[in-house]
């Protein structure tokens, strides 16, 4: 995009092909227009790492070349570094810049007609609106389609591992079915053969111990039809144990989580990072433990979303020294009118329960860090280094 313009904005150059006469430019050497559309070309190259910084330069860039004759091409990637400021650019950018373009096309309209005394003075308006406000609309719609189907994406995730989890209970809840059903149909069968057989033992009597054997022989044929039915059925769900999700939310949802409430909290200047050394012990910890961790940080980020000032919300697991720590801190002065969400109370009280019945420490609340203050959640929860589960 960059070479482009440049490419194309020099042969404008070359041409003589100018945006106004030489009456209307303050400067009149041609050379002066070259130095915006270098400028802008350059801002091309930063409009995704630097979208701020290239539209405050850029905005200069562009009212500087209409102190000279103009160049078109000096323009028009103007107007892709406005769009790329709202696509790229942080939520509150994404918000303000629209509006900012919008009031200085009206403005610009009003004093053009002011000053000029006629309605085709309405046309600088117009020419102001499609180079700052126009992009500006068309990357606000372009962001908010993707937050959209990114959050629906996220949505259809969480669906598509709830029916999962939902058709795996289904299973294990069917094979506990037939497995109960096995027992009570080859029990009797093997309490039958015992019976007979014993009998057949215990009597010297040829009539008595043939009919025994047949006896025996029937309930061993039924017996093991009815087994090998059964096990059928039972082998239908066997070896994908390792792949299917647990019934149980564990530590591997936590991103899931994080990802989630970064995509909620991007409209209210919330950013989300999560970080640690879970999982490096070389085994998954035991099942309440995973559980309590997954819904305490659930919890912390609810929260946060609720409560917490635009700025940073970490999130942090580590595992050592046979513990799971889980830290979740947020920008909180306490200034703030209201929660965002109405919310009952209980979220701390929860969470503070889970931890006592692990047997583990509980911490929430403000602290001051260099004269910032943060909203710090900390959960301490006891593994025992036999209770660790081999990993898959």
Known sequence: ??????????????????????????????????????????????????????????????VADQLTRGNIATILM????????????????????????????????????????DAQALLIGVLTGLVSFAP?????????????????????????????MDRREAVVAERARMARELHDMVAGHLSAIAIHSTAALSLDDPGTSREALGVIREN???????????????????GHGGDEPAPAPTLDGIAALVRQAEVSGAASGLTFTLTGTSGEGGGR???????????????????ALKHADPGAVAVRVDQA?????????????????????????????????????????FEAGPVDEGGHKTWRVRAVLPVAEDDKEPST
């Open 1 to 62: 995009m960059a070479a482009t313009g440049l490419a194309g904005g020099l042969v404008l150059w070359a041409l003589g092909l100018h945006m106004q006469g030489p009456k209307y430019a303050l400067f009149h050497s041609t050379w002066l227009m070259l130095v915006p559309l270098f400028v802008t070309a350059g801002l091309e190259l930063v409009r995704r790492t630097l979208p701020r910084t290239a539209l405050l330069v850029g905005t200069a860039a562009v």
């Open 321 to 361: 020294d046979r513990a799971l720590t889980v830290r979740v801190s947020s920008s909180y002065d306490g200034n703030r009118p209201g929660p965002r969400a109405p919310g009952s109370g209980a979220g701390l009280v929860g969470m503070r329960e889970r931890v006592a019945l692990l047997g583990g420490v």
């Open 136 to 164: 500006a609309t068309t990357g606000a719609i372009v962001r908010n389609h993707r937050e959209a189907a990114e959050a629906a994406r996220l949505r259809a995730e969480q669906t598509a591992l709830l029916a999962e």
């Open 78 to 117: 103007f107007t892709d570094l406005v769009y790329a400021a709202v696509v790229y650019g942080t939520p509150a950018s994404a918000r303000r810049i629209p509006v900012t373009t919008g009031l200085i096309t009206v403005g610009v309209s009003i004093v053009s007609l002011a000053w000029f005394q």
């Open 285 to 303: 910890l035991p099942a309440p433990v995973e559980l309590a961790a997954y819904r305490i940080v659930q919890e912390s980020l609810t929260n």
């Open 220 to 238: 061993s044929v039924e017996g093991l039809a009815e087994m090998r039915r059964l096990i059928g059925l039972l082998r239908d769900g066997d």
